[in-house]
């Protein structure tokens, strides 16, 4: 009777953008004669951040401070429709679908600054809120200004309304060839566990997680993606359960702590890395993390429970009736008449009803 | 019944077995504490009872007359944070914010009652409060930066008025 220690990994891959003709994400964005821009999109923030994701994409976009941009995604009437906060498509359809509004109010933002400056809008750039002429920087006007003067001067509106969504692909009759999403975020974890053999509990000691995001446009917020999904994947490979029996209602459980989630006593050691390979279609280059990062952590706790203590665990939760079956399972069948001891290395040895020992098997 | 909550007193007409939650809720109107699972599993509806962490779901208002109640309206203001509310927001530490009022107060009872906390007070009081957003891990580092003193409280920059543009706008006829 002993604890095991294992370790484990599996990685994975998790496409966005997906071929299923359909999936898109709409916004609108107009300028206030003061230079502060309102954002409207239909993408809901679930807490995830998307909301400060897609302001930093409009700022960097258009060139203003991150302050300036204000989110509007109060209600689905007055928002443009997204399809929703799901897939992991909120950074990179709903992110894309602001970029292109933003990039058509920066244009109809230089051709203002262009009549005003008297320079062709190509020879013009934005950044920091303040529109330059290339090359001369001393030839500029603030996006305020601009702002004033499309509103004031010109009786006009700066605004811009962009949508974006993966056109579908269709597969080939034959060889059902397509080209199925419009990027592929990967990832690896590696799962460090202790097995205790007579209870067969699992706990994770330490999860080394590796995700390819294209580009983190707010690492913190990547960041605290990983660190939630690894706890929903702890979940899912260790505690938590539909009830037996599932669909079927007998044995669901009634009380709130009848369905085991991971708690802060649950809480392994973090390693965290962050790789960027861009992505040709994302939004300066993002790619997704939301749904993949709870998909790594069961397969490699499994396979950690292996490393540990040699036998697989094949249905999630891993919870210690499972452990312990599947340790039972890889000895000697219980004999009538007999117990069956477990010593540290799993060898198996059998004890007599009458006392005499006698050794069944070794299974190494 | 009377309470002090946040430090003012309320005579309060709901009868004594409805619970501190509801009473919070429904007749005080302070929305920090929220329900969740109402069987005290949750921890999101903690407030602190005469600076003890408690849930509230599981008080009954005839159990406590005459306490003191602290919620995070009582914490501080958006200009002038408390150090565990200042320490969540410079961590990252809330995402959906369903279970934050419950893991504030929390750490506020502990940290009145342990300053220097370590990490392993900060697992053990805030094991009972269930987080599926964050993964605990900003929030632990958020309430040990706030047992170090290593947060900055104050927030010197004011929000614009709304109706008063922080930038001026030139060429405007106001």
Redesign the interface.
Known sequence: MAKHRGRGFSAIEYPTGMNQGGDPSQAWIKMKPDGRVDVFAGTVDIGQGSKTVHTQIVADTLGVPYDWVTMDNSNTDSSPLCTGTFASRGTFIGGNAVAVAAERVRERLLEIAARELEIDPSDLEVSDGEVRAKGAPDRKLGVGDVAAAATWTHGELITGSGAWMKPYSAPDPDTGECDPHAAISYAACVADVEVDDETGEVRVLKLIQVYDVGHAINPTLVEGQIEGGAMMGLGLGLLEATYPYYPALDHRGDQFGSYLAPSTKDLPEFDNVILEYPSSEGPFGAKAIGEMANNAQPAAICSAIYDAVGVWVTECPATPERVLRALERRSEPRREGKRIVFDEDLSVRSVSATGGEGFLAVDG | MSLIINGAEYELASPPLTSLLNVLREEVGLLSPKA??Q?G??GTCTVLIDGEPRRACLTPLGAIEGAAITTVEGLGDPRNLSPVQAAFHEH?A????FCTPGMMMAATGLLARRPDATRDD???A?????C???????I?DAVLSAAAGRVDTTRPEPEAEPGE?S???????A
């Open positions: 969740g699972c069987q599993g949750c990252y809330a995402q959906c914010g900060v697992l053990e805030l094991a009972g409060h269930f599926r957003c964050t993964g605990y891990v900003k632990v543009p930038v001026v706008i030139p060429g405007s006829p």
